[in-house]
């Protein structure tokens, strides 16, 4: 970057100020915060090792992925969205992996995609048709930035038009215009 | 029950069908939710960008709530209290809780060591629903949940449970001096609270740094700091060095993480492809922009995947990283004081109240910076 381009004169040192109009200045000021005190009440609990008086263990009564980093199920862990389907079957995969690996990670990332078209397909197995507009939350574009809205409904009213014409296309891409 | 659900990028809607919350530990109590925040780093599951966020989730990990019930081992909290949940979740018993790392708790989340577990925050931090809801399921319920105060103002409240203890823990972990200069990368909630909470611990300039000129507006004020915009500075880091004598900042604070502008490769790789655990540009420029021996602190979220830093810099500067997930409840009693003392003032950045039947347009608005917005708070119906 050009702008990038010095000169001794662009170097300036603070100035010494005042902060009387700053409510609680230096009120919590510690020398000694430096460089590890205090974000560690320090007993060396862990010395011990995995050996604390536990809190009483939760039923698992539905599917919970375990990392491969621990012994057991911690004492209490969420019960949402067990492992179903064929997302299930890559995060079942996935979890064979260390948290230390992509092995772990990236076929959790493909099975959050894979979800979400599992998802499309239980809600309309419901009967649900997925308002998809609403549930990008289109309106509020329509509300609070109405070009950019109208841009938008041009561009995929374009592409309908292109992908009705090219009748040999494939399924549309998903997309992520939100994005920056 | 009313309820945020999650159904893939970008795509979220308010169901009126998601199943309420049981009591599934003796120690879990479960909350009629009063307020819930929308945090920056639900955009980040919002966008697609943490492994194992699965469809049908419920986000959410601010918020407070009404007791409705309780566990049969919960021996503090009472039907009828009105709580501050703060985002972690901890058993208090464990090597890490018992020396108020209550971020780290080794009881809360069995599918990931290296993060304890959060509400609403995917199946990497734990699988738990979230208090974008009307109710939600509080694990140990004598450990986290603190009683509102009578004088308090709920909205201060809800932003206790996270983006106060954050901000004030970003600033605690910079182990600033008095006098020092502080560098705040990110002007959005945890950012602006992080550059009015160095001023606490005697900072004696403090600037902050953001691309959107509505909130370094915003924070100029409510911080009472420098504000600059990354796109009219030129190169950031050299513009810290021309602001401080060439020797760098004394202390540099991400709070940004993982959906960092202002650099292509990093947004390519980190937010594209996914290839790295986000992108890095904030925490690049902290490590380039502060002194050597300075303090960087990072409370902006990355994800699990290996990420690009420039190591060697922080090799060569002797610089120290510190960084955690706040531990809301160790920093709550403080935090509560200057709140009565008008030290504090957290409601004040809240931009939007959201009823929870519109959780759609909330996240679409926060995720595209529409209408000014800075904070939504939703509102359940039943609230
Ligand atoms: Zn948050
Ligand atoms: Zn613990």
């Known amino acids: 970057m050009l702008t990038d381009e010095t000169k001794p004169a662009d170097f300036k040192k603070s100035e010494a100020a005042d902060y009387s109009h700053i409510k609680g200045w230096g009120i919590d000021a510690d020398p000694e915060n430096d460089p590890v005190y205090p974000m560690k009440n320090r007993n060396n609990a862990e010395h011990e090792g995995y050996a604390w008086k536990r809190p009483a263990q939760q039923n698992d009564n539905v599917e919970i992925l375990k990392s491969v980093e621990r012994p057991n199920l911690t004492a209490v862990f969420g019960t949402a969205s067990p492992p ?39 809600d309309l197995k419901k009967g649900h048709v997925p308002n998809i507009f609403a549930e990008r939350g289109w309106g509020s574009e329509w509300k609070h930035n109405r070009t950019n809205f109208l841009l938008k409904v041009a561009a995929v009213a374009a592409v309908a038009v292109v992908a009705v014409s090219v009748l040999s296309s494939n399924k549309e891409n998903g997309d992520n215009d939100d994005g920056l | 029950m009313l309820a945020m659900n999650f159904r893939g990028p970008f795509r979220v809607r308010a169901d009126r069908n998601m199943p309420e919350p049981r009591i599934e530990h003796p120690e879990d109590a479960i909350v009629k939710v009063l307020r819930s925040c929308i945090c920056g780093s639900d955009l980040h599951l919002y966008h697609g960008l943490v492994p194992d966020t699965r469809t049908g989730s419920t986000f959410g990990h601010e918020f407070i709530g009404e007791v409705v019930e309780v566990g049969p081992s919960v021996q503090k909290l009472k039907v009828g209290d009105r709580v501050m949940v703060p985002f972690n979740i901890a058993c208090g018993k464990c090597a890490f809780c018992k020396q108020e790392l209550y971020g780290n708790c080794h009881e809360s989340n069995p599918m990931a060591t290296a993060v ?212 809301v409840k160790r920093n709550l009693p403080k935090l509560i004081e200057h709140v009565r003392n008008g030290i504090l003032n957290p409601k004040e950045i809240i931009t939007h109240r959201i009823p929870m039947e519109e959780v759609a347009d909330a996240y679409h608005i926060f995720s595209r910076k529409l209408d000014g917005c800075i904070k939504t708070v939703l509102i359940p119906p039943t609230a």
């Not at chain 2, 994800?303 to 500067?317: C, E, Y």
């Open chain 1, 84 to 122: 179903e389907g064929l997302n299930g079957k890559l995060r079942r995969f996935a979890f064979k992996y260390s948290e230390s690996s992509y092995g772990r990670w990236l076929p959790l990332v493909l099975a959050d995609r894979v979800g979400e078209v599992e998802g499309i397909i239980d």
């Open chain 2, 116 to 327: 304890g577990g959060i509400f609403g925050y995917s199946h990497t931090a734990g699988g738990f629903q979230g208090g974008q809801a009307e109710y939600a399921r509080v694990p140990y319920a004598d450990v986290g949940p603190t009683v509102i105060p009578d004088w308090m103002d709920p909205d201060d409240a809800v932003l206790l449970t996270d983006v106060v203890p954050t901000g004030y823990q970003a600033a605690e972990m910079a182990g600033i001096q008095k006098g020092d200069t502080v560098v705040v990368f990110g002007a959005g909630p945890i950012g602006i609270m992080a550059a009015k909470c160095a001023w606490l611990f005697g900072a004696g300039r403090v600037i902050i740094i953001d691309e959107l000129e509505y909130r370094l507006e915003f924070a100029a004020k409510y911080a009472q700091c420098e504000a600059y915009n990354f796109h009219s500075i030129g190169d950031p880091v050299v513009f810290i060095k021309t602001q401080t004598d060439s020797l760098g900042a004394d202390v540099c604070i991400d709070a940004v993480g993982c959906e960092a502008k202002g650099n292509m490769m990093n947004t390519l790789l980190g937010m594209k492809l996914l290839l790295q655990g986000g992108s890095t540009t904030a925490l690049h420029w902290a490590i380039n922009s502060v002194k050597k021996s300075g303090i960087v602190s990072i409370v902006g979220v990355y994800g699990p995947i290996d990420a690009l830093v420039p190591i060697g810099n922080v090799v060569n500067k002797g610089i120290t990283i510190r960084a955690n997930q706040a531990a």
